[in-house]
């Protein structure tokens, strides 16, 4: 079953424990990207991936890391984690090719709640 | 970054009634897309449109893509519980970095 999957689905921290979430996709996708949803302000992207150790920054990248080590696994790292932090994080993939006929769909993980004490 | 404008912000309805909500950009997209986000899931592509002037439909579901390619619609007919969530655009343009923006959400309350 093609997925996205990301761990933990919950976690709750204190200020300044670094802390990991992992992402993993099975459909052998090159992009790959991190979100933050937020009451009132939908869906702003942290960083992407367009491939194995290429990342930009997103529309809101400050306090984040990712790294993109393997096609498959795009983890997003909150190296000293603040409560403006807490939020409702999602990984997405999707394929490369983008044509006018294509579906360049992103695929979505089913989110992690973090909050930050 | 930038961000569309998605409108109406929520929707209470009744079951039955039809549904229409909207997106502008201020600039052009070659793709408009449209998610449903069910509570505690992440967000699940609805509708995909290629093409400026262009109208699909998937089921109970029509999406238009804007002659002036800065604005989508989708309409549900005939509204059910199950529409209850919160509903995305995303425009997306070619040669970029092809990762969609978003617009912040409509959501959507169906009375039985």
């Known amino acids: 079953e093609a997925q996205v999957t990301q761990n933990p689905r919950y976690l709750i921290t204190v200020t300044g424990k670094k802390l990991t979430v992992t992402c993993s996709q099975n459909m052998n996708h090159e992009y790959m990207s991190w979100y933050r949803q937020d009451p009132g302000l939908g869906l702003r992207q942290i960083y992407y991936?367009?491939?194995?150790?290429?990342?930009d920054k997103g529309d809101v990248p400050e306090g984040y890391k990712v790294s993109r080590k393997e096609k498959r696994n795009f983890p997003l790292i909150l190296e000293s984690p603040s409560p403006n932090q807490t939020s409702l994080y999602f990984c997405?993939?999707?394929?490369?090719?983008?044509?006018?006929?294509?579906?360049?769909?992103?695929?979505f993980g089913p989110g992690t709640r973090l909050t930050v004490l | 970054g930038q961000q569309l404008n998605q409108s109406p912000q929520s929707m209470f309805i009744q079951e039955g009634e039809d549904v229409s909500m909207n997106c502008t950009s201020s600039s052009i997209f070659n793709t408009w897309l449209w998610y449903k986000q069910d509570p505690g899931e992440g967000p699940v592509l609805l509708i995909a449109l290629y093409k400026a002037g262009e109208l699909t439909s998937n089921g109970r579901l029509t999406a238009q893509f804007g002659i002036t390619r800065k604005d989508s619609f989708l309409n549900i007919s005939a509204s059910i519980p199950s529409d209850v969530g919160i509903y995305f655009c995303?425009?997306?343009?070619?040669?970029?970095?092809?990762?969609?923006?978003f617009g912040r959400g409509t959501s959507l309350i169906v009375h039985p």
């Open positions: 997405a993939s999707s394929s490369r090719i983008a044509t006018s006929g294509g579906t360049d769909t992103q695929y």
């Open positions: 991936s367009m491939n194995v150790e290429v990342t």
């Open positions: 995303a425009g997306q343009l070619y040669g970029g970095s092809y990762i969609p923006t």
